[in-house]
């Protein structure tokens, strides 16, 4: 079994920073694509970052220039690096990875999430 266990949020001030790691274990045979995706209350979850097993980033519009995703490989763990967070940054915060596991097709795994609030 895979597992992804998120962690690092919480409540911070707008203007803010916070960091969140998603670590994937189990019987792993290799993590291609990571990501973020969040879901605020009433809304849909949407992609906020993804990053290719080669470090190719994606980001959505509304978080550019102020989050950076970055991984560790030989450790399956993904990182969000969040900057001058504001108020339309809370929301539930889930990993999400593209993961072959020993003896099994490929599949994508999600974590539980991680809340972050951004209040004054």
């Known amino acids: 079994q895979v597992q992804l266990v998120e962690s690092g949020g919480g409540l911070v001030q707008p203007g803010g920073s916070l960091r969140l790691s998603c670590v994937a274990s189990?019987?792993?045979?290799?993590?291609?694509?990571m990501g973020w995706y969040r879901q605020a209350p009433g809304k849909q979850r949407e992609l906020v970052a993804s990053?290719?097993?080669?470090?190719?980033?994606k980001y959505a519009d509304s978080v550019k220039g102020r989050f950076t995703i970055y991984r560790n490989n030989a450790e399956n763990t993904v990182y969000l690096q969040m900057n001058s967070l504001k108020h339309g940054d809370t929301a539930g915060y889930y990993c999400?990875?593209?993961?072959?596991?020993?003896?099994?097709?490929?599949?994508?795994?999600w974590g539980q999430g991680t809340q972050v609030t951004v209040s004054s």
């Open positions: 990053i290719t097993s080669d470090d190719t980033t």
């Open positions: 189990g019987s792993i045979f290799r993590v291609y694509d």
């Open positions: 999400s990875a593209d993961i072959i596991q020993l003896y099994e097709p490929e599949d994508w795994y």
